[in-house]
């Protein structure tokens, strides 16, 4: 079965950092650009970033600089670092599968991670 699975979230204060994992299982991974999404409460979810399966990457323009995305296909799982974090960052984080890399047209959705960033 396919499987995605984000970790890592927590609550971090204002300027503070996290990184994000999502492992994946149950396709090759390889094959697929991996992405992040996030969703505030009472707000609709945007994307974040991507990368596909040879490393190229995608960033939302408004999580160009302090978000760094990146992949480690000898284990499965793909990383997000967050930097500088802010209050408006705080959100559930998803990762999800697509065939392109594109924030948009997902086939399949992990479950989130909840990001709190304190000010």
């Known amino acids: 079965d396919v499987q995605l699975q984000a970790s890592g979230g927590g609550l971090v204060q204002t300027g503070g950092s996290l990184r994000l994992s999502c492992s994946a299982s149950?396709?090759?991974?390889?094959?697929?650009?991996i992405g992040w999404f996030r969703q505030a409460p009472g707000k609709e979810r945007e994307g974040v970033s991507c990368?596909?399966?040879?490393?190229?990457?995608y960033y939302a323009d408004s999580m160009k600089g302090r978000f760094t995305i990146s992949r480690d296909n000898a284990k499965n799982t793909m990383y997000l670092q967050m930097n500088d974090l802010k209050p408006e960052d705080t959100a559930v984080y998803y990762c999800?599968?697509?065939?392109?890399?594109?924030?948009?047209?997902?086939?399949?959705w992990g479950k989130g991670t909840q990001v709190t960033v304190s000010s």
């Open positions: 999800a599968k697509n065939p392109s890399l594109v924030l948009s047209g997902m086939d399949y």
């Open positions: 149950g396709f090759t991974f390889t094959d697929y650009s």
């Open positions: 990368v596909s399966g040879i490393g190229d990457t």
